[in-house]
């Protein structure tokens, strides 16, 4: 739903508010993102197009969203500085906010992800 307005401008003030503190408010991430802080810990991936947000299809960034990256895959001890919305965000919500960020994407990559869409 990255095409439609009302839906896109919902999940941009979801993921101000929920998001931003640590993917920033331009979707930038977390410095050093790829390398794991002093707490063992990776910090906030950015969402644009420099990160790998796209690289993972629908499916997987909204069970992440909702679950976690420990119920994701399969390793219930995995820490992450990642919250879990299941309670928090209506499925709705976290499609909105997914849908804002895919929006956000130069066409290029929201064709590529189309693509890896349509294969699965």
Aim: hydrophobic letters at 30%.
């Amino acid at each position: 739903m990255p095409s439609d307005p009302d839906v896109v401008a919902l999940g941009q003030t979801i993921y101000a508010e929920n998001c931003a503190s640590c993917h920033g408010a331009n979707l930038e991430g977390q410095p050093n993102w790829r390398s794991p802080g002093p707490d063992g810990r990776l910090p906030a991936p950015p969402h644009d197009e420099t990160g790998h947000t796209w690289h993972h299809n629908g499916d997987t960034l909204f069970r992440l969203t909702k679950y976690g990256t420990g119920a994701l895959i399969g390793d219930p001890d995995y820490e992450s500085n990642m919250p879990t919305y299941e309670g928090v965000l209506t499925d709705d919500e976290i499609i909105a906010v997914l849908s804002y960020i895919k929006s956000t994407w130069p066409q290029a990559i929201r064709e590529r992800h189309d693509e890896m869409e349509n294969r699965q």
